[in-house]
């Protein structure tokens, strides 16, 4: 999510601060969820989306997990 003080990575909740040459803002979207924006994670975060694979699960707890948690109760 893109806020007035930056990004914010929608797996973990935390600020993406690109301090780094090799940290970037990662746009993607979830096909269970309907947005009219991409979420957006940092590298780290993207590597743990494309590692679960589709199983929420293996996510680590954040506002993504969570998502999935409200939508299953």
Same mark, same amino acid.
């Given at each position: 999510? $893109?806020? +007035?003080?930056?990004? =914010? &990575?929608?797996?973990?909740?935390?600020?993406?601060?690109? %301090?780094?040459?090799?940290?970037?803002?990662?746009?993607?979207?979830?096909?269970? $969820?309907? +947005?009219?924006?991409? =979420? &957006?994670?940092?590298?780290?975060?993207?590597?743990?989306? %494309?590692?679960?694979?589709?199983?929420?699960?293996?996510?680590?707890?954040?506002?993504?997990? +969570?998502?999935?948690?409200?939508?299953?109760?």
């Amino acid at each position: 999510m $893109i806020t +007035s003080h930056g990004a =914010l &990575c929608d797996v973990c909740g935390h600020y993406i601060l690109p %301090l780094d040459e090799n940290e970037r803002v990662n746009f993607f979207k979830v096909a269970q $969820i309907e +947005s009219e924006s991409d =979420l &957006c994670c940092h590298n780290k975060c993207k590597t743990a989306v %494309l590692e679960c694979a589709g199983d929420w699960e293996k996510l680590t707890p954040g506002p993504l997990r +969570s998502l999935y948690e409200k939508a299953l109760t």
